[in-house]
C-alpha cells in the first residue's frame, strides 16, 4: 500500500464532509521511483542467486541422462556444458521472474509520478 495518497477529511462550508488528496510533488515522485528501481534490482539479483543453482542442477541431470550411456565420454566437457547453460537460465528465468511479480509496482510508482508531473507542469506546486 502506497503512503504517497494520503486522504484527509475537511468540513466544508454546508458541513459536509470533502476528502483532500495530497499529490505529492515532482521531486517526490522521482525519489519513490528511484527507491523503487532500486528495490526491483536488488529483487532482481535474489531471484538470480536463488534460480542459478537450481537451473544448474537441472541442465547438469539432463547432460549426465543424455550421455550417461557413452562410456567413451569426456564427462568433464559435458558437465561443463550442462553448468553453463544452467547458469544462463538460472539468470534468465531468476531475472525474469523476479521483475514480473515486482512490475506493478513500477506501474504504480509512474501513476505517481505522472500525476506530480501534471501538477507541476500546471504550477499548482
Same mark, same amino acid.
Given at each position: 500500500?502506497?503512503?504517497?495518497?494520503?486522504?484527509?477529511?475537511?468540513?466544508?462550508?454546508?458541513?459536509?464532509?470533502?476528502?483532500?488528496?495530497?499529490?505529492?510533488?515532482?521531486?517526490?515522485?522521482?525519489?519513490?521511483?528511484?527507491?523503487?528501481?532500486?528495490?526491483?534490482?536488488?529483487?532482481?539479483?535474489?531471484?538470480?542467486?536463488?534460480?542459478?543453482?537450481?537451473?544448474?542442477?537441472? /541442465? !547438469? &541431470? %539432463?547432460? *549426465? $541422462?543424455?550421455?550417461?550411456?557413452?562410456?567413451?565420454?569426456?564427462? +568433464? =566437457? /559435458? !558437465? &561443463? %556444458?550442462? *553448468? $553453463?547453460?544452467?547458469?544462463?537460465?538460472?539468470?534468465?528465468?531468476? +531475472? =525474469?521472474?523476479?521483475?514480473?511479480?515486482?512490475?506493478?509496482?513500477?506501474?504504480?510508482?509512474?501513476?505517481?509520478?505522472?500525476?506530480?508531473?501534471?501538477?507541476?507542469?500546471?504550477?499548482?506546486?
Amino acid at each position: 500500500m502506497s503512503t504517497d495518497v494520503e486522504s484527509t477529511d475537511s468540513s466544508g462550508a454546508d458541513g459536509t464532509v470533502e476528502a483532500v488528496e495530497h499529490i505529492p510533488t515532482f521531486e517526490e515522485g522521482v525519489e519513490e521511483q528511484l527507491q523503487v528501481e532500486h528495490s526491483l534490482w536488488k529483487t532482481v539479483g535474489i531471484g538470480i542467486v536463488v534460480a542459478t543453482p537450481i537451473c544448474m542442477g537441472i /541442465w !547438469i &541431470a %539432463m547432460v *549426465a $541422462i543424455a550421455v550417461g550411456g557413452n562410456s567413451s565420454v569426456s564427462w +568433464g =566437457l /559435458w !558437465i &561443463a %556444458m550442462g *553448468a $553453463i547453460i544452467g547458469l544462463l537460465a538460472g539468470a534468465f528465468f531468476g +531475472g =525474469l521472474f523476479a521483475f514480473v511479480t515486482n512490475a506493478h509496482l513500477l506501474d504504480e510508482t509512474d501513476r505517481h509520478t505522472a500525476a506530480a508531473k501534471h501538477e507541476h507542469v500546471l504550477g499548482h506546486h
